[in-house]
Structures are given as C-alpha cells and as structure tokens.
C-alpha cells in the first residue's frame, strides 16, 4: 500500500511539472530571427533587443544605430515577423 502511494504522488508530481509552463506563449518568430531579419533588410548595426509584450502580443523591440547616425527602436511581431510602424 505505501508503494502505491509513492508512485500516486511520484506520478502527481511529474504530471504537474509537465504542465507548468502550459501558460508560456511560444513566439513564431524568434527574438534571434527579428534581429537577423532587421540587420538584413536595412544594414543598421544593431545596439539592443529584448521582448515586451505590448497590448496583450509578444513585440521584438529592436534598438539600432541607422546609417545616418539616429538610433531607432524598431518593433518587429512575434507572431508574423512583420515590422509594427
């Protein structure tokens, strides 16, 4: 009987942590990808990425240094890859 109680809880607990991260909203398009795609499409020099979630969607902000010299903060989204103006 205490051997079946220990595989119950073993199980619950192993079942719980396959679970966990259930809630974790995957992005389509990596914040890799965003900034690969940003240096590609235009030759900025890339100072900084990170992802936000602006208005309930997963957002790459993307700050680069233009080639005239302005430092921009380009938003990519993460579900389509395409530039939010």
Not at 54 to 69: C, F, P, T
Request: include cysteine; aromatic fraction near 4%; hydrophobic fraction near 50%.
């Amino acid at each position: 009987m205490l051997m079946i109680a220990k595989i119950f809880l073993l199980s619950l607990c192993l079942v719980q942590t396959a679970f966990a991260g259930a809630e974790i909203m995957l992005s389509v398009v990596s914040l890799d990808q965003a900034t690969k795609q940003i240096i590609e499409q235009d030759k900025n020099k890339v100072l900084g990425a990170k992802t936000e979630v602006i208005d309930g969607k997963e957002v790459h902000v993307i700050k680069v240094l233009s080639s005239d010299g302005r430092v921009q903060y380009l938003k990519v989204d993460a579900d389509t890859g395409k530039l939010i103006k």
